[in-house]
Structure formats: C-alpha cells, structure tokens
Nanobody
Framework: QVQLVESGGGLVQSGGSLRLSCVAS????????MGWYRQFPEKERELVAS???????YYTDSVKGRFTISRDNDKNTVYLDMGSVNPGDTAIYYC?????????????WGRGTQVIVPP
C-alpha cells in the first residue's frame, strides 16, 4: 500500500515563497507519476502541477512561472516550490501518485497540508 505524507504548509505572506514536500513509501517511487493538487473551500480538488517518471512537468496556467515541481527519486520525495504567492493560493494542497504515465496522477493521495496567504 502506497502512503504519501505531505509537509511544509503554513502561513506565508503575499509575495513570499514556500516549499511543500511529499514523501512516498510502499511503492517503487521512480515508477510513479506524481502531482500536487489543491482544494479551495467548497470547491473540487484541482491539479496544480504534475511530474512524469522522466521528469517532464505540467503546470496549470495560474501557477506557471511561479511554482516549480520536482522530484528526488533517491529520497522518494516530490516537491512543490511555491513563489510569488498571493491570497488566491490559499488552499489545502494534496500530493498524489499513479504507477503509470499520466499528467493527472490520482490513484494514491496524501492527507493534505494547509497553505494560507493572508490578504
């Protein structure tokens, strides 16, 4: 059973930066497509960024140029570096993984980490 554990959320001021981390266990990490999703209150979860097994990255338009997704297969970890954050980035951020090539990994989920950017 694959387990994903996120960390790094918290309070960050507008214009600031934050790094989210997600550590995976129970699977062959390098064989997984990984992604970060976020969920706003009373909204459906939406894909923020994903990274393929080979390192190809996908970003939703609203975060292009501000966020960077990366992975370290030796550490079984995927990162989301958030830059130039704004109050619109306030959400719960979830890590997800799928053991095949997809830009929308969603087979396994972490429990989420809260990011708050005050107005």
């Amino acid at each position: 059973q694959v387990q994903l554990v996120e960390s790094g959320g918290g309070l960050v001021q507008s214009g600031g930066s934050l790094r989210l981390s997600c550590v995976a266990s129970g699977g062959t990490f390098e064989m997984y497509s990984m992604g970060w999703y976020r969920q706003f209150p009373e909204k459906e979860r939406e894909l923020v960024a994903s990274i393929s097994m080979s390192g190809y990255a996908y970003y939703t338009d609203s975060v292009k140029g501000r966020f960077t997704i990366s992975r370290d297969n030796d550490k079984n970890t995927v990162y989301l570096d958030m830059g130039s954050v704004n109050p619109g980035d306030t959400a719960i951020y979830y890590c997800a993984g799928t053991p095949r090539s997809t830009y929308q990994p969603k087979d396994y989920w972490g429990r989420g980490t809260q990011v708050i950017v005050p107005p």
